[in-house]
């Protein structure tokens, strides 16, 4: 087990996140878990910021005792640091009432979720005006219309229909530059080798398909 310190860089902007973290891999893909540096890394996409370790230590003592040395209170004040607390205990304490850090804290984490909001809202307006959005421009077939009221009487689903449903949401999944509506994010999408499903979410994914599959050959 390793007991790392590291430095994660927004390559768009140049702002820093200094954290800790234990590991079978100090090389690993872990940039850092802060509210405030995962919000950044969902806006700008995980291949826009580049990690550094700077420390690899062999015990936990040593390794709180070093970012308690780098992540101090002009960082946490910076902005050009992620950090949003002082280091080596971690930032749960610093949401506490009281603490010191808690106003900072609290201003920080509220410009970042403010700024995602934006973000997302402007995706979507993006989309309503290019009319890729929900049922724009769009009307019922006399299927989709039987179907709805069927489920209105509690009468369900026959298998043809689950089929053509499902058929329906894989098209729009796999269409190239999907964006989902809500949130404005393009979500990558996976397709099993055994099934030919086309999967949104990685997790699924491999719980319910790839070597999981049902019809996976034994």
Request: charged share 25%; with cysteine.
């Amino acid at each position: 087990m390793f007991y790392t310190i590291y430095l994660t860089v927004n390559k768009i902007n140049g702002k820093k996140y200094i954290g800790k973290h234990v590991t079978d891999d100090p090389y690993d893909s872990y940039l850092g878990s802060g509210i405030v540096l995962s919000n950044a890394i969902k806006k700008y996409g995980k291949d826009n910021f580049e990690k550094n370790v700077l420390y690899i230590f062999e015990s936990e003592v040593e390794m709180n005792l070093k970012e308690s040395e780098l992540v101090t209170l002009d960082i946490v004040h910076s902005s050009e640091y992620y950090n949003c607390a002082v280091g080596g205990n971690g930032g749960a304490i610093v949401l506490l009432p009281g603490h010191p850090l808690y106003e900072i804290t609290c201003n920080k984490i509220s410009l970042a979720q403010q700024s995602r909001k934006q973000n997302i809202s402007d995706i979507v307006k993006e989309l309503h005006k290019t009319k890729r959005v929900g049922m724009y421009g769009k009307s019922q077939s006399n299927h989709q219309r039987e179907v709805i009221s069927q489920l209105n009487k509690g009468i369900p689903k026959s298998t043809e229909q689950k089929n053509k449903q499902r058929e329906s949401i894989n098209k729009t999944f796999s269409a190239p530059g999907y964006i989902h509506p809500s949130t404005g994010v393009a979500k990558l999408r996976y397709t099993c080798q055994w099934c030919n499903k086309v999967i949104g979410g990685k997790s699924n994914f491999n719980r319910y398909h790839n070597n999981n599959c049902k019809k996976k050959e034994n």
